[in-house]
């Protein structure tokens, strides 16, 4: 019996469509798992909008996305006095909310409208994780394995249901890159446009394909039989394409979303309507003044505390035996809590340390070959590389301001960080698999299963407290 169920399995693992098929089904069961009780928690009885209780940073970006559809929020909400029609939450660039305010004016003021860009793109963004492996060379379970990371993973399974901006860009910025891999510069460019326009971490994709080139650059010079594209001149040329394309496609539609809602200086009560440049230095002297001199208080952390979720942030937390100030009468059980899932943090480590190995102990030539072999020898190379600048180009930016400036840094960063950690630990685990020992499918299999209990357990409806 046993041996007719390892031919089965080895059946269907070699069938080609299997991979996507796996692939599709951890897509529609992720998205299955945020979207429910999506409208969730809100008041007893529930009947109109102000009675769903928004979560974490929903607060400012939904009551923007209002005022944006030319709704006015709730007395004491955030940016109630702000004119309608404008944008109050000027301090980022105007793309999720202009969505979320679409979603308002198609659909209504609720939840849904809410929360369903968020759905979207986090669906798009565990796709572009298969896209970008796949773009690196890995082969197709590698891929679906790191898709099925970010599905399991609590911090990107709660920003993909709450109206918030992190999970736009991350999305965005996953289909840069992989654009990027694929030798699209303009096309990557015009994707990392767009991120730039959900949120300003993404030009830290800068920082990750100049990495990204230089290590393959280094790879180059060891390696002479290396792929021709790995050269100087491609390199730079490929850089410079997207990064230009990016600056100066953002800025045009900064301007073009400046004129549909105008940026809102809430904190001192005036329009920004000096044009895309005087909007940009609105957000960079923003961020700026956002820093802890003493250390970070209340949710604020430092990018060291991420690397072992030293910091939990409680996004809401609801029990209706013990209600919150202000939140009696509020139903169901909640816990949404920004933590990344501890099995794959815990894996993350040793693969980042495996991707850094392999690209030191990387074979100098491989004798006889020639180009063709040459650049399927190397081609897999990609992923550790990706997994190293990714992980590099966007944290070490935010590690720099909390050093440097002390910069105020908070647990949820890292969602725009996380995308290379799948990466490293998708390398590492097809790594192991190759070595078809028995223990070792073993321990694949127990850390799957582990992702998968972490994300049942962390569930913000699973009542634990």
């Given at each position: 019996m046993c041996t007719v169920a390892r031919f089965m399995v080895s059946r269907l693992r070699s069938y080609p469509a299997t991979p996507l098929l796996?692939?599709?089904?951890?897509?529609?069961?992720?998205?299955?798992?945020?979207?429910?009780?999506?409208?969730?928690?809100?008041?007893?009885?529930?009947?109109?909008?102000?009675?769903?209780?928004?979560?974490?940073?929903?607060?400012?970006?939904?009551?923007?996305a209002r005022v944006i559809a030319g709704i006015r929020p709730p007395v004491g909400?955030?940016?109630?006095?702000?004119?309608?029609?404008?944008?109050?939450?000027?301090?980022?660039?105007?793309?999720?909310?202009?969505?979320?305010?679409?979603?308002?004016?198609?659909?209504?003021?609720?939840?849904?409208?809410?929360?369903?860009?968020?759905?979207?793109?986090?669906?798009?963004?565990?796709?572009?994780?298969?896209?970008?492996?796949?773009?690196?060379?890995?082969g197709r379970w590698t891929a679906v394995f790191a898709s099925f990371l970010m599905a399991g993973d609590n911090l990107?399974?709660?920003?993909?249901?709450?109206?918030?901006?992190?999970?736009?860009?991350?999305?965005?910025?996953?289909?840069?890159?992989?654009?990027?891999?694929?030798?699209?510069?303009?096309?990557?460019?015009?994707?990392?446009?767009?991120?730039?326009?959900?949120?300003?971490?993404?030009?830290?994709?800068?920082?990750?394909?100049?990495?990204?080139?230089?290590?393959?650059?280094?790879?180059k010079w060891r390696r002479p039989d290396a792929p021709d594209q790995w050269r100087p001149r491609p390199a730079v040329g490929r850089w410079v394409i997207t990064t230009f394309t990016a600056c100066g496609v953002f800025m045009g539609l900064l301007g073009v979303m400046d004129r549909i809602a105008t940026p809102y200086n809430d904190a001192a009560a005036v329009l920004i309507t000096g044009g895309p440049f005087d909007h940009l230095g609105h957000m960079i002297a923003y961020a700026a003044q956002q820093v802890s001199p003493h250390g970070p208080k209340g949710i604020a952390s430092y990018p060291w505390d991420w690397l072992v979720d030293a910091k939990t942030i409680v996004y809401l937390r609801i029990n209706p035996s013990l209600p919150g100030d202000g939140l009696y009468a509020v139903h169901p059980v909640v816990k949404f809590l920004g933590f990344i899932s501890p099995p794959i943090l815990a894996l993350a480590w040793p693969g980042v340390a495996f991707a850094v190995y392999r690209l030191i102990r990387m074979p100098r030539q491989v004798a006889g070959g020639t180009a063709g072999a040459a650049t399927r020898a190397l081609s897999d190379l990609d992923l550790p590389i990706i997994a190293v600048s990714w992980f590099l180009g966007t944290w070490i930016p935010f590690a720099l301001l909390s050093l440097v400036d002390q910069r105020t840094s908070y647990l949820y960063y890292m969602v725009i960080v996380m995308p290379g950690l799948y990466v490293a630990v998708a390398y590492l685990a097809s790594w192991a698999w190759l070595l078809h020992r028995r223990w070792v499918s073993l321990l694949t299999i127990l850390f799957a299963v582990s992702v998968v209990v972490a994300a049942v357990l962390l569930y913000p409806f699973v009542p634990v407290f």
């Open positions: 796996v692939l599709a089904l951890i897509s529609i069961v992720s998205l299955g798992a945020r979207s429910l009780l999506l409208d969730e928690p809100c008041q007893s009885p529930c009947t109109k909008a102000q009675q769903h209780t928004m979560i974490f940073d929903e607060a400012y970006y939904v009551n923007a909400d955030h940016y109630n006095d702000a004119p309608l029609g404008t944008d109050p939450n000027a301090e980022h660039p105007q793309l999720a909310k202009l969505i979320i305010a679409g979603a308002i004016e198609l659909f209504g003021d609720g939840p849904f409208a809410w929360r369903i860009g968020s759905l979207i793109f986090g669906s798009l963004a565990i796709l572009g994780m298969f896209g970008l492996v796949r773009a690196a060379g890995g990107l399974l709660v920003h993909s249901r709450i109206g918030t901006l992190d999970v736009y860009v991350v999305a965005a910025m996953i289909w840069a890159v992989a654009f990027y891999l694929r030798d699209r510069a303009l096309l990557a460019g015009l994707t990392l446009a767009v991120a730039f326009a959900f949120k300003l971490v993404a030009p830290y994709v800068i920082a990750v394909l100049a990495l990204l080139e230089l290590l393959r650059l280094a790879i």
